[in-house]
């Protein structure tokens, strides 16, 4: 059973930083694609941030220069690094896996494992 549980969600500043991370468990993590989303209250769950088995990116425009996926395929776990954090990222943050390469890579419908969220604050 595939598990994904975030973590290192908050609150921050205006122009601060949070590193969240994102545990993996009960699949071969490195051949899955992984992504970030975040979804603010009355607003559809939008893609942030993708990465696939080999190590490619993609990145909402919204969050380009200022937010990088990584992973660590020793420990199993996903990051999201957001650095100069805006009012506008204030949401919740959700991992999700993909086990085949989704059409879109940012699109929710592609990924078929979720985690239960965790949410992020920013304020000036």
């Known amino acids: 059973q595939v598990q994904l549980a975030e973590s290192g969600g908050g609150s921050a500043q205006v122009g601060g930083s949070l590193r969240l991370s994102c545990a993996v468990s009960?699949?071969?993590?490195?051949?899955?694609?992984l992504g970030w989303f975040r979804q603010a209250p009355g607003n559809r769950r939008e893609g942030v941030a993708h990465?696939?088995?080999?190590?490619?990116?993609n990145y909402a425009d919204s969050v380009k220069g200022r937010f990088t996926i990584s992973k660590d395929n020793g420990v199993n776990t996903l990051y999201l690094q957001m650095d100069n954090l805006q009012p506008e990222d204030t949401a919740v943050y959700y991992c999700?896996?993909?086990?085949?390469?989704?059409?879109?890579?940012?699109?929710?419908?592609?990924?078929?494992?979720w985690g239960q969220g965790t949410q992020v604050t920013v304020s000036s």
């Open positions: 999700a896996a993909a086990s085949r390469p989704p059409i879109l890579a940012l699109g929710v419908q592609g990924y078929e494992y």
């Open positions: 009960g699949y071969s993590f490195g051949t899955y694609c």
């Open positions: 990465i696939d088995n080999e190590g490619n990116t």
